[in-house]
C-alpha cells in the first residue's frame, strides 16, 4: 500500500500543482494531472543527462517548479462549464473510484501478489531501467539501454522509468512491487481520462459514469496488453484521451494557457511512449476532420513548434532507432477479416468467451450514435483505428506493415487502441437505455434511480465487469497455467532465490555470467549485480556475450575469454532454467560442474550460482 501512495503522490501531485497554476480546475484538473507530471519527468530526465545533472527527487522537484512558473505565466481565466449538477458530479466520481478498484482488484487476482515477477518478455527491460535511474541518476534516452546493449545502448523513452525511479527512491520497494504498483493504477488512470473525456466534450453524467465501468470490463483495451507486458504503451494509453481533450481546449479557445496544456499533454504521450502519441493522433483525427481543418491545422503550428524543440531528443531518439540497424520484421498475420471484426465487436481476442454484455452495450450506441452530441466524432474514430486494427490482423502487406511500424505491427496494440472508442460507444448504449426508461416518467427522482438500475445491472450481468475471466487473462502473466509449472516459468520462484544470494555474495562492481534465455537476465533489476545479459531479446547481441556463451568454459585456455572477464570484472556465473526460448544452455555454458577455475556457491533445483576462484 505504500508503493502505491507513493505513486498516487508522485503521479497526481506536480501535475496538479501545473494544471492549477495554467488555470484548469475540476474534472480537467484531476484529468491533467498525471499526463503532466509525465511530461515534466520524460522532459527532464534526458535534458538534464544532456548537461550532466542528474535525475533524482531534488531535479525533478526543480523541473516542476519551471513548468509551474511557466504555467503561472501563461494562465489566463476560463468560464467554467456547469452542465452537471452536484448530483452528477457525485455519482460519475464515486462510479470512477468504483471502476478504479474493480480494474485494480482485478489485476490484482490475476497477479496473485504485488511481488509477482511479471513473466512476459518485455518486462525485465521496463524493470532494469527503473533501477538503473534510480542507482545512477542517467536519465538519457539511452542509459537503460546499456545494461543489454553495451556500451552505447539503444534508444527508448522513459518517462514511465522515470517516475517509477522516484517512486523507488522514496520507498525502497522492490522492483516488482514497482512495475506492478502502477499496473495497478492503469484501470483508475485510464477510467479518469474518459470521464474527463465525456466531461469536457458536454456529455451527460450517465454516460461518464458508464464509461468509467465499460472501459475496465473491456479484456481487448487493457487486460491483453498486459501479456507482453506492454507497460509503458498501456500507460500510454490509458491517458491518449487526454491529449484530445487538450486539443478540445486549444481549439475552442487558443490562447497560451490552453496552448501550454496542450503541448504538455503531446510531449507526455510521447515521451511516455513513441506509438501513444501516434494512436493518440489517430484517435483524435476525426475531431480535427469534423471543424475547419485547415484553419485548425494553422493554429496548431506554433503548437507544433514548441513541442518539437521541447522534445527534440525524444523525436531525434525515434527517428535514429527507426533507421538504424535494429531489425524490423512484424508480426504475422494472426486471422481473416471476418474473425478480426468479430475479435473487434465482441471485445474478445485471447480468451475463450466473447463479452457479449459488452457487444449488446455496443450495438445499441452504434444504432444512437447521433444522440453523442459533441462526441459524435468518437464514431468516426472507432471506425478509423477499427479497419486499421483489422488490417493489422488479417493483412500482412507490406503497406499495412510500414504504416503500423510505430505499434512494432503488433495485433495486440492496435485492438487495444481500437478498444478505447469502442468502449466509449458501448458506454453510450448503456446512457441511451436509461433515457429511454427515464423519459418514460416524469418523476424528478426517478432520473437518478434509472442510472442506478442500468449501470447497477449491468454489473451484475457482466458478472462483476468480467472480472473473473479478465483476471484469467491476467494470471498466465504471472504464474503457473495452462500445464506450465512453477519451475518451467521464464522466472521461476527458485531462480529469483537464486538472483538474490547472488545479490548478498557479489561485492560491489562486479559482473555475472548467464544465460540470456533463462530467468537470470532479472539479476540486475532484483540486486543491482550486472549481468552479461540484461534482456531475453537477442537482437543486436553485444560482441562481449557471443564470444562468452559460446566459449567460455573454455577460460583457463583461451586468452580473449580471459580478457573479456578480466575487462568486464566477471566474478559469478548464473545459470537458470527455462525463459525465452526454452531449450539447453549456449556451448560456452555447458557442463560448468568440476571445471578447475569456477566454485558451486549456491544451488537449487533451478539454479545454480558458481564463483570464479580467486586468482584465476
Not at 126 to 151: K, V
Amino acid at each position: 500500500m505504500l508503493t502505491i501512495a507513493a505513486y498516487l503522490l508522485v503521479i497526481f501531485g506536480p501535475g496538479a500543482v501545473i494544471a492549477a497554476l495554467a488555470g484548469a480546475r475540476g474534472w480537467l484538473l484531476a484529468g491533467m494531472a498525471p499526463l503532466l507530471t509525465y511530461c515534466v519527468a520524460g522532459l527532464a530526465g534526458p535534458w538534464f543527462a544532456t548537461i550532466g545533472v542528474p535525475f533524482n527527487l531534488p531535479s525533478f522537484l526543480v523541473a516542476t517548479l519551471v513548468f509551474a512558473g511557466i504555467a503561472f505565466a501563461v494562465r489566463r481565466p476560463a468560464p467554467g462549464e456547469h452542465h452537471w449538477d452536484w448530483r452528477g458530479h457525485t455519482a460519475v466520481a464515486v462510479s470512477t473510484l468504483f471502476a478504479a478498484t474493480i480494474g485494480a482488484r482485478t489485476l490484482l487476482r490475476g497477479m496473485g501478489e504485488l511481488s509477482a515477477i511479471p513473466q512476459g518478455f518485455d518486462a525485465v527491460y521496463h524493470a532494469d531501467g527503473i533501477r538503473y535511474i534510480a542507482e545512477t541518476g542517467d536519465g538519457s534516452l539511452t542509459g537503460m539501454g546499456t545494461l543489454n546493449w553495451y556500451p552505447h545502448g539503444l534508444f527508448y523513452p522513459n518517462a514511465y522509468h522515470l517516475v517509477a525511479s522516484l517512486v523507488e527512491r522514496l520507498t525502497g520497494a522492490p522492483i516488482p512491487v514497482v512495475l506492478n504498483a502502477n499496473t495497478l493504477l492503469l484501470p483508475g488512470l485510464l477510467a479518469l481520462s474518459l470521464v474527463v473525456l465525456v466531461r469536457r466534450f458536454h456529455g451527460r453524467a450517465v454516460l461518464a459514469g458508464a464509461v468509467a465501468l465499460v472501459c475496465v470490463a473491456a479484456a481487448t483495451l487493457l487486460y491483453d496488453s498486459l501479456g507482453g507486458p506492454l507497460l509503458p504503451f498501456v500507460l500510454g494509453l490509458a491517458l491518449t484521451p487526454l491529449g484530445t481533450v487538450a486539443l478540445r481546449e486549444y481549439l475552442r479557445r487558443p490562447g497560451l494557457d490552453t496552448g501550454f496544456l496542450l503541448a504538455a499533454s503531446m510531449i507526455g504521450l510521447l515521451t511516455i511512449h513513441s506509438s501513444t502519441l501516434f494512436a493518440g493522433l489517430l484517435f483524435a483525427l476525426p475531431l480535427l476532420a469534423n471543424r475547419a481543418i485547415g484553419r485548425n491545422l494553422l493554429r496548431l503550428l506554433p503548437i507544433a513548434a514548441v513541442s518539437l524543440v521541447a522534445a527534440w531528443l525524444q523525436l531525434s531518439g525515434a527517428i535514429g532507432l527507426a533507421s538504424g540497424s535494429l531489425p524490423y520484421n512484424g508480426w504475422p498475420t494472426e486471422t481473416t477479416t471476418n474473425k478480426a471484426v468479430g475479435i473487434l465487436l465482441a471485445f474478445q481476442r485471447t480468451e475463450p468467451h466473447a463479452q457479449l454484455w459488452l457487444s449488446a452495450a455496443l450495438l445499441i450506441g452504434l444504432i444512437a450514435w447521433r444522440g453523442l452530441g459533441e462526441l459524435r466524432w468518437i464514431t468516426a474514430s472507432a471506425v478509423l483505428l477499427g479497419l486499421f486494427a483489422v488490417a493489422v490482423l488479417s493483412s500482412g502487406n507490406p503497406l499495412v506493415k510500414a504504416l503500423s511500424r510505430p505499434w512494432w505491427n503488433d495485433p495486440t496494440r492496435m485492438v487495444a487502441m481500437a478498444a478505447i472508442p469502442l468502449c466509449v460507444l458501448a458506454a453510450h448504449g448503456l446512457a441511451e437505455v436509461q433515457r429511454v426508461v427515464r423519459d418514460r416518467f416524469t418523476m424528478r427522482w426517478f432520473a437518478p434511480a434509472t442510472a442506478v438500475v442500468v449501470l447497477a445491472g449491468f454489473f451484475v450481468v457482466s458478472n462483476q465487469l468480467y472480472t473473473t475471466a479478465n483476471a484469467a487473462i491476467i494470471q498466465p502473466g504471472y504464474g503457473p497455467h495452462d500445464g506450465i509449472a512453477e519451475d518451467d516459468l521464464p522466472v521461476s520462484h527458485d531462480e529469483e532465490q537464486a538472483m538474490l544470494e547472488l545479490g548478498r555474495l557479489a561485492k560491489p562492481g562486479q559482473w555475472a555470467m548467464n544465460d540470456r534465455a533463462d530467468g537470470s537476465v532479472w539479476t540486475y533489476a532484483l540486486t543491482g549485480v550486472r549481468t552479461v545479459a540484461a534482456h531475453f531479446d537477442r537482437a543486436l547481441p553485444t560482441p562481449e556475450y557471443t564470444l562468452l556463451a559460446a566459449h567460455f568454459r573454455d577460460y583457463d585456455t583461451n586468452p580473449q575469454v580471459r580478457a573479456t572477464v578480466a575487462r568486464l570484472n566477471i566474478r559469478w556465473v548464473i545459470l537458470g532454467r527455462g525463459g525465452f526460448p526454452t531449450g539447453p544452455h549456449p556451448p560456452g555454458l555447458l557442463n560448468l560442474d568440476g571445471l578447475p577455475f569456477l566454485r558451486v556457491a549456491y544451488r537449487n533445483a533451478d539454479a545454480t550460482v558458481y564463483q570464479l576462484l580467486p586468482g584465476r
